[in-house]
Antibody, heavy 128, light 107 residues
Framework: QITLKESGPTLVKPTQTLTLTCTFS??????????VGWIRQPPGKALEWLAL???????RYSPSLMSRLTVTKDTSKNQVVLTMTNVDPVDTATYFC????????????????????WGQGILVTVSS | AIQMTQSPSSLSASVGDRVTITCRAS??????LSWYQQKPGRAPKLLIY???TLQSGVPSRFSGSGSGSDFTLTISSLQPEDFATYYC?????????FGQGTKVEIK
């Protein structure tokens, strides 16, 4: 059974750096066939894809946030860490991490990706 | 970035109704699309991946179709537990992008 859980501060001040940790179990983040993604959701708004890190350490970021985001993994601890610098009140949101398999339906074909399962999410408020 | 446009943004329906939600990509995305259900205060739940493959454990009243740039999520007979917000996600290329969501409310 795969589980993920986000942890970190629930209140940060503007201009500070936010560090969130996703602790997972039930899989190993050591191959290109598995990734962990970060997604956020401002209160009452839609989901926003932030970043993805694969087991082979390939990293992808949202272009609009790329300059402020860093994602890393610690396979010995089964953790993925998202760092966001210079936070602003508009960064107030629930932050989710999610498991993302990369699976080819037909051998040799381009793989599909999706998010399943998700962590419960952590609400982070940016306010002075 | 590929834009995903969902319609409608909200709808009201009754138990037993057939409900259709559409998602249109700003360019062709093959069938690299998944659908999620989110209830208030909860994390999203995967319903369908690869545009039409039902995730294990998801009721068969949910189905997905489409390829290229136009996709559909259908609930054949709406149940009380289906009132929620639904999102599509394209993983054709980076950055992956979500639709803006469709809220399904009780009529």
């Amino acid at each position: 059974q795969i589980t993920l859980k986000e942890s970190g501060p629930t209140l940060v001040k503007p201009t500070q750096t936010l560090t969130l940790t996703c602790t997972f179990s039930g899989f190993s983040l050591t191959t290109s066939e598995v990734s962990v993604g970060w997604i956020r959701q401002p209160p009452g708004k839609a989901l926003e894809w932030l970043a993805l890190i694969s087991g082979d350490d390939d990293k992808r970021y949202s272009p609009s946030l790329m300059s402020r985001l860093t994602v890393t993994k610690d396979t010995s601890k089964n953790q993925v860490v998202l760092t966001m610098t210079n936070v602003d009140p508009v960064d107030t949101a629930t932050y989710f991490c999610a498991h993302s398999p990369r699976i080819s339906m037909i051998r040799g074909a381009r793989p599909y990706n999706w998010f399943d399962p998700w962590g419960q999410g952590i609400l982070v408020t940016v306010s002075s | 970035a590929i834009q995903m446009t969902q319609s409608p943004s909200s709808l009201s329906a009754s138990v037993g109704d057939r409900v259709t939600i559409t998602c249109r990509a700003s360019q062709g995305i093959r069938n690299d699309l998944s659908w999620y259900q989110q209830k208030p205060g909860r994390a999203p739940k995967l319903l369908i991946y690869a545009a039409s493959t039902l995730q294990s454990g998801v009721p068969s009243r949910f189905s997905g179709s489409g390829s290229g740039s136009d996709f559909t999520l259908t609930i054949s007979s709406l149940q009380p537990e289906d009132f929620a917000t639904y999102y599509c996600l394209q993983d054709y290329n980076y950055p992956w992008t979500f639709g803006q969501g469709t809220k399904v409310e009780i009529k």
